[in-house]
């Protein structure tokens, strides 16, 4: 098997019909049961629709990791579902069909497929980890020894869009994820926002909900 350090496999958790993708800096190649799907980084919120026999698969190669594989710079892809057959010459999209379709197990044939050339990150994915721990474009510029417009090129070929909003989905990552066990207010100072405003309007425009809602999950569920 290859170097699953690449990414990881996820499976669909999504019940029939409407379901919401959060921005995460990250690409996915996607196998449907009957087709491959490209999904580039996201800005905002994705909102799709499964019916009852879509049951998908899919890899998401970590922040910088999916272009390598996919051969396309991540800007061309933002926000966007491709199919493969449109990206792909057609003996590779027939390849990787062949293999899904051929085995008992599409999901490691796809994570085969995905990682059978070792990973070997390209210096500027550490920026992800940088800007994802609370660190400035300049600092993170300076410790990479780049400037900051290389910088920039760099994060929009391999992430897809500058590290300022990268560093903004990042922010939004840790305040959502710590959003259901302490107070709003808390979490937003904790993640490096200015106050409990700040991170309202950032989460309303990522995420397309409110600091609130990511609180009332938790204790829906308990």
């Known amino acids: 098997m290859g170097d699953r350090s690449a990414g990881v496999l996820w499976r669909a958790g999504h019940l029939a019909g409407e379901y919401t993708v959060l921005p995460d800096g ?13 999904a580039g980084p996201d800005t905002g919120p994705y909102v799709g629709s499964s019916p009852n026999t879509w049951s998908p698969i899919g890899f998401r190669f970590r922040p910088g990791a999916g272009p390598s594989v996919i051969g396309h710079a991540a800007y061309a892809l933002t926000d966007a579902r491709i199919p493969a057959a449109d990206l792909w010459p057609s003996y590779r ?10 085995g008992d197990d599409p999901a490691a044939a796809l994570a085969m497929l995905c990682t059978e050339t070792a990973y070997r990150p390209p210096p500027v994915a550490a920026a992800a980890t ?10 993170t510029a300076d410790r990479l020894g780049i400037t900051t417009r290389t910088l920039h090129r ?33 979490v937003s100072h904790a ?32």
């Open 130 to 139: 940088m800007l994802g721990d609370g660190g400035s474009v300049a600092d």
């Open 93 to 102: 999209v027939d390849q990787w069909t062949e293999q899904l379709c051929g």
């Open 26 to 38: 990250c690409m996915d190649i996607i196998w449907t049961g009957e087709r491959l799907l490209i």
């Open 191 to 222: 993640v490096g926002y200015a106050d409990y405003a700040h991170m309202f309007r950032d989460l309303t425009e990522l995420t397309g909900r409110s600091p609130v809602t990511f609180t009332a999950d938790q204790a829906s569920a308990q």
């Open 154 to 186: 760099l994060s929009l070929q391999h992430f897809g869009y500058g590290p300022k909003t990268l560093a903004r989905i990042l922010r939004m990552k840790r305040a959502v994820a710590l959003l259901p066990r302490a107070d709003p207010t808390t």
